[in-house]
């Protein structure tokens, strides 16, 4: 399946840090009492610079400076400790043989911490691109066509596995198709309808053999 490219989010997608990245909210904002689904259900995906703006409006409150750097700080704590791999995600890379790489919106250091910590580096390698370091951050398309061309793709050639809506948005308009991964058990208020929707990662390598025989056919 040489003839595809594989462009993978990370949170929540590949590894479950979704909770521990919304913990650490809690953890430094005792005046926060929503529970911990609701703010993963709230801000998946999103960008921490309007996560931040969303809670400052919504505590009426002002973060200092300083506040992303102990955010930082602190997800970087409850990873060491306590991140995993997503069900099945390592069975299913060992499996998928065409290219692939990371697009991630968090910065460098995370996702490269987030990869050692889980044991999922090696699958990798340097092929890790962050909106950080690209100035594109989802639903923008900018990041996911970077990572394409970087990878030597176009981007009718990318499937984009996901597990947010505004992954799914972005990917769409890259021109990229998407693949929607919706965990069993998951809550989610996202709209799921007319897009290839899984529960389970052991269903996406013949997802992407499917894909991969479509965009062989149409060369």
């Given at each position: 399946m040489n003839n595809i490219c594989v462009i993978f989010d990370l949170d929540g997608t590949l590894v479950d840090s979704e909770g521990l990245c919304n913990q650490a909210f809690l953890d430094l904002l005792p005046q926060l009492h929503d529970s911990l689904e609701t703010l993963t259900e709230r801000y998946r995906g999103q960008k921490l610079s309007s996560i931040l703006i969303d809670l400052e409006n919504r505590l009426g409150l002002n973060l200092n400076d300083s506040f992303e750097q102990h955010y930082r700080?602190?997800?970087?704590?409850?990873f060491a400790h306590d991140l995993n791999p997503m069900p099945g995600v390592l069975k299913m890379l060992e499996s998928i043989n065409s290219p692939k790489c990371?697009?991630?919106?968090?910065?460098?250091?995370?996702?490269?911490?987030?990869?050692?910590?889980?044991?999922?580096?090696?699958?990798?390698?340097?092929?890790?691109?962050?909106?950080?370091?690209?100035?594109?951050?989802?639903?923008?398309?900018?990041?996911?066509?970077?990572?394409?061309?970087?990878?030597?793709?176009?981007?009718?050639?990318?499937?984009?596995?996901?597990?947010?809506?505004?992954?799914?948005?972005?990917?769409?308009?890259?021109?990229?198709?998407?693949?929607?991964?919706?965990?069993?058990?998951?809550?989610?208020?996202?709209?799921?309808?007319?897009?290839?929707?899984?529960?389970?990662?052991?269903?996406?390598?013949?997802?992407?053999?499917?894909?991969?025989?479509?965009?062989?056919?149409?060369?």
């Open positions: 700080q602190r997800v970087e704590e409850l990371i697009a991630s919106s968090g910065p460098l250091p995370k996702i490269r911490q987030a990869l050692e910590v889980s044991g999922l580096a090696a699958y990798f390698g340097d092929n890790l691109f962050s909106s950080y370091e690209i100035g594109s951050w989802k639903p923008d398309p900018g990041l996911f066509k970077y990572a394409a061309h970087a990878m030597g793709f176009v981007p009718s050639q990318c499937a984009v596995i996901e597990d947010s809506d505004v992954g799914i948005k972005a990917a769409i308009t890259a021109g990229m198709t998407p693949l929607y991964y919706v965990p069993t058990g998951v809550t989610t208020s996202y709209q799921t309808a007319g897009h290839v929707v899984f529960d389970d990662m052991s269903q996406l390598p013949p997802l992407l053999a499917q894909f991969a025989n479509k965009t062989q056919f149409n060369r």
